[in-house]
């Protein structure tokens, strides 16, 4: 099976950077897509930021202010956010999107989220 473990979330007031870090993790061949995905209490989960390695696409509410990075070797990439704003505040969920293991059909994984907060 497939992990996708990340890291890099916590509290952090406006104005200020965070970088979240997104692993995966297992008998990986190949995938198409990575990204990240946020979601309020009370809201919608909603796209942040998606890389199939040669595109990225934002969500227009953070363009200019995040970056994802490209996805390595390793199967990780990173959102590095800079002048988060408190309607930042979400969970934070990294997505794998058609990942090829051996005898199993393209899947979708999610990892399990990271708390962003963006308090003063």
């Known amino acids: 099976q497939v992990q996708l473990v990340e890291s890099g979330g916590g509290l952090v007031q406006p104005g200020g950077s965070l970088t979240l870090s997104c692993a995966a993790s297992?008998?990986?061949?190949?995938?198409?897509?990575m990204g990240w995905y946020r979601q309020a209490p009370g809201k919608q989960r909603e796209l942040v930021a998606t890389?199939?390695?040669?595109?990225?696409n934002y969500a227009d509410a953070v363009k200019g202010r995040f970056t994802i990075s490209n996805i390595n070797a390793n199967n990780s990439m990173y959102l590095q956010m800079n002048s988060l704003k408190p309607e930042d505040t979400a969970v934070y969920y990294c997505?794998?999107?058609?990942?090829?293991?051996?005898?199993?059909?393209?899947?979708?994984?999610w990892g399990q989220g990271t708390q962003v907060t963006v308090s003063s």
């Open positions: 297992g008998r990986i061949l190949r995938l198409y897509a």
């Open positions: 997505y794998a999107e058609k990942v090829l293991i051996p005898m199993h059909p393209f899947t979708d994984y």
């Open positions: 890389t199939n390695g040669e595109t990225a």
